[in-house]
């Protein structure tokens, strides 16, 4: 077993587009990411480093967030057309759960396990962003305005904090997270000093991991605000992290500069295991 928290490289470089993103981790531990090969494509990589086009998006999306929802299916936000689409893992097909026009661009996805999903929503050349819910049946509502650059988006293990980050700003906002979905009592986690951030995820203790993109690095973020680690990668752009392998405990970090995917190993699993468990996939 690899040594935890060391980073290695999973798959070739430049197999990915710079725009690869997304990251996330099926039941049976294949991992799929944005735009692999070209751009509007999901990528499917096996467990033993196999990489395939899963799906091609149709009209012009592109995807960014992916989530797997109670049901086994993906959802995909598309920040081109506005939309989470939904896709049916066995027949391929792609249909769109939720629009909204005035979305800028849904960029990171959140769900809890009821499949509530939540969608951080930048606008980049604003330094500005917000934050949607979108309900299982589609219907979208907006949580939060008047935002920074919003773009990591997790729900703690417990489901009573939602966190956010702001890229720009190098902030991670933590808020009171209701059954309903409500949030309130928006605080400051962390804010770090240099670089920016992109995706995060936690693991079943409440630790944030989380992209350092342009300093190349993940780091493990307590629920009170300390960093615990920081692991070294050799991109320097990563974008997004992901949760997976047999146990739960492998992390894939997918790296722009390079166009590829790195990993290594955690000492705890990731919260989307605990979802698969208590969704009996897994």
């Known amino acids: 077993m690899n040594q935890i928290f060391t980073g290695r490289q999973f798959t070739a470089e430049n197999g990915f587009t710079s725009g690869i993103e997304g990251p996330a981790c099926d039941a049976t531990g294949n991992l799929y990411a944005v735009n692999f090969e070209r751009q509007h494509t999901i990528g499917k990589v096996t ?10 998006l149709p009209n012009g999306s592109i995807g960014n967030g992916i989530r797997f929802n109670s049901q086994g299916k993906m959802l995909i936000a598309d920040y081109t057309n506005h939309n989470v689409l939904s896709v049916n ?10 629009h909204e026009p ?33 309900e299982t049946d589609g219907s979208v509502i ?31 906002w933590a808020y009171d997270l209701s059954s309903t979905g409500e949030i309130s009592n928006k605080r400051l986690l962390i804010q770090f000093p ?13 630790n944030l991991l989380v992209t350092r993109h342009g300093k190349g690095t993940v780091a493990k973020v ?8 920081e692991v070294e ?7 997004n992290i ?12 997918t790296v722009a500069d390079r166009g590829n995917v790195e990993m290594f190993r955690s000492d705890v699993p990731g919260r989307n295991w605990q979802l698969f468990q208590e969704w009996g996939q897994i």
């Open 47 to 56: 467990p033993e480093g196999e990489c395939s086009v899963f799906v091609e």
């Open 89 to 98: 893992m066995e027949t391929r097909e792609i249909s769109v759960h939720a």
């Open 102 to 134: 005035t979305m800028n661009q849904p960029n990171d996805i959140a769900i809890r396990r009821d499949g509530t999903v939540f969608a951080s929503d930048p606008n980049w050349g604003q330094s500005s962003g917000q934050i949607w819910q979108v």
């Open 142 to 172: 907006l949580l939060e305005t008047n935002m920074g650059t919003t773009n990591g988006i997790e729900v703690s293990p417990d489901e009573t904090t939602l966190y956010v980050n702001e890229s720009v700003q190098r902030n991670i």
């Open 194 to 206: 240099n670089f920016g951030m992109d995706g995060m995820r936690c693991d079943i203790e409440g």
């Open 222 to 229: 307590s629920p009170t605000g300390d960093v615990i680690t």
């Open 233 to 239: 990668l050799a991109g320097q752009h990563c974008t």
């Open 242 to 253: 992901a949760f997976g392998g047999s146990d739960g405990m492998t992390c894939y970090v």
